[in-house]
């Protein structure tokens, strides 16, 4: 999930080499071993718009994070397919009190940060050590003095009058050439996508422990109506983790 390293190799006892891999195929056909890049490769393809893929991690009572941090439900195979997903993707997709409480910095995959504030700490590493300008996403009434600053350190994209519009936010990232959206949350901004009607795929990863307390749902926000069905397109299993994927069942 959002913040997390970048997965290390995991010694093999057999061959005595590192590789990446552990993860077993479940549906829609067993297989053992299987490459996290080859199982999601098939992409989303969606017409007229950028396909958007959701990633997120959840304990299996259903929270998000542990001390405010999704990095406390993660582990090596999590890292895995988190790898595996950024490197398929034109561009990820956050909110920006995500960025702040992953603590995100510089990527090798373009990163667009919601923010309708526009309270982001512009001399942070992830916007002065990054070696592609990020995006911040916002809306047209935003700080004028603060879109200015963001303008020096990142290419601001406008969508919506008042508030971020994130169906138009996902047309004008196509408009810049990128096909494949990875989203990364928080919950807030997935119930947005999910509201717009540009949420294509979730790609849930179940971590296996116990957390209670209040942390939030994987999407907050009012309710869609009506619920989209979802179909499970796949699963997978690595080191006690179920990694599920799901897509829209009417093909949208």
Not at 9 to 20: F, I, K, M, T
Not at 46 to 73: C, K
Not at 93 to 115: D, K
Request: proline letters at 10%.
């Amino acid at each position: 999930m959002p913040g997390r390293r970048p997965p290390r190799a995991v010694p093999d006892p057999e061959s005595g080499r590192g590789r990446l891999g552990g993860v077993r195929q479940l549906l829609p056909e067993p297989a053992d071993p299987v490459e996290p890049l080859d199982v999601y490769r098939d992409l989303p393809v969606v017409a007229g718009r950028p396909a958007v893929r959701l990633n997120m991690i959840a304990s299996v009572d259903g929270a998000t994070a542990v001390d405010g941090r999704s990095g406390g439900l993660g582990g090596p195979a999590d890292r895995r397919v988190f790898a595996a997903l950024r490197s398929l993707a034109d561009v990820v997709l956050v909110a920006a009190g995500t960025v702040r409480t992953e603590r995100y910095g510089p990527a090798p995959v373009p990163i667009a940060v919601v923010s309708g504030s526009l309270q982001l700490d512009w001399d942070a590493p992830f916007f002065a050590a990054a070696d592609r300008r990020p995006l911040i996403v916002t809306h047209r009434r935003a700080p004028a003095a603060d879109a200015m600053r963001a303008s020096k350190v990142a290419d601001v994209v406008v969508a919506g009058e008042s508030r971020v519009d994130l169906g138009r936010a996902v047309e004008l990232l196509g408009e810049r050439g990128f096909r494949h959206v990875l989203a990364e949350g928080g919950p807030s901004l997935n119930g947005a996508l999910a509201g717009a009607g540009v949420l294509d795929e979730l790609c849930l990863t179940v971590a296996p422990v116990l957390v209670s307390g209040e942390a939030k749902r994987i999407v907050s926000g009012p309710p869609v109506a009506p619920p989209p069905r979802l179909a499970l397109h796949s699963i997978c299993e690595d080191g006690g983790y179920l990694f599920l994927r799901y897509r829209r069942a009417d093909g949208r």
